[in-house]
């Protein structure tokens, strides 16, 4: 049975930090791209954050310079550090394992964690 379990989350001030976590199992978690969306009130989910099997990152223009995806094969997990938040990152962000080794999208997504609320106040 394939589990991802997220951590991490919360409330924090414009400006501030936040790291999640997202451990996985059941699944040989290396051989898989993997990737942090993030669904806004109101708004479609959007990708913002991935890491194909390699190590090589993507980043949403939104994100680019404050946010950092990474991933530790030998513990299953994978992490998105969140810097300089604003406001207009608020939302419930979700862990996602693709079912191809570099491409993620949400048409490629295998698994979905189960969503962690960030909530940035002004």
């Known amino acids: 049975q394939v589990q991802l379990v997220e951590s991490g989350g919360g409330l924090v001030q414009a400006g501030g930090s936040l790291r999640h976590s997202c451990a996985a199992s059941g699944l040989s978690f290396g051989s898989y791209a993997m990737g942090w969306f993030r669904q806004a009130p109101g708004k479609e989910r959007e990708l913002v954050a991935a890491i194909s099997s390699i190590g090589r990152t993507y980043y949403a223009d939104s994100v680019k310079g404050r946010f950092t995806i990474s991933r530790d094969n030998a513990k299953n997990t994978l992490y998105l550090q969140m810097n300089s938040l604003k406001p207009e990152d608020t939302a419930v962000y979700y862990c996602?394992?693709?079912?191809?080794?570099?491409?993620?999208?949400?048409?490629?997504?295998?698994?979905w964690g189960q969503g962690t609320q960030v909530t940035v106040s002004s």
């Open positions: 996602a394992i693709s079912q191809d080794s570099r491409v993620v999208g949400t048409a490629y997504v295998r698994y």
